[in-house]
């Protein structure tokens, strides 16, 4: 399995910035597809945004314009670079990885966006 360590989580002020990093290890393989969801008081998990190892992205229409995903060269860390956040991005984001064996996910990381 892949082990995944979330960072970057706070509180902001509506409008500011934060950007969530998610380092991978353990296994690996030629593809795989890094993103991240967020969760909201045990609602439903819902997609935010997601890379591709050959680097194409897609991001929910709610986040489009504002959040950015990217991943170092070594495809084993990824970020989501989130602007002009809104109060209902608040949740708990999760990092996910998907490769041949299934899906891996990170403990999660608060971001709470104060209005």
């Known amino acids: 399995q892949v082990q995944l360590v979330e960072s970057g989580g706070g509180l902001v002020q509506a409008g500011g910035s934060l950007r969530l990093s998610c380092e991978a290890s353990g296994r690996s393989s030629s593809f795989q597809v890094m993103g991240w969801y967020r969760q909201v008081n045990g609602n439903e998990r819902e997609f935010v945004a997601g890379i591709y190892s050959n680097g194409i992205t897609k991001y929910a229409d709610s986040v489009k314009g504002r959040f950015a995903i990217s991943r170092r060269n070594a495809r084993n860390t990824v970020f989501l670079q989130m602007n002009s956040l809104k109060p209902e991005d608040t949740a708990v984001y999760y990092c996910?990885?998907?490769?041949?064996?299934?899906?891996?996910w990170g403990q999660g990381t608060q971001v709470t966006v104060s209005s």
């Open positions: 996910s990885f998907v490769g041949p064996w299934g899906t891996s």
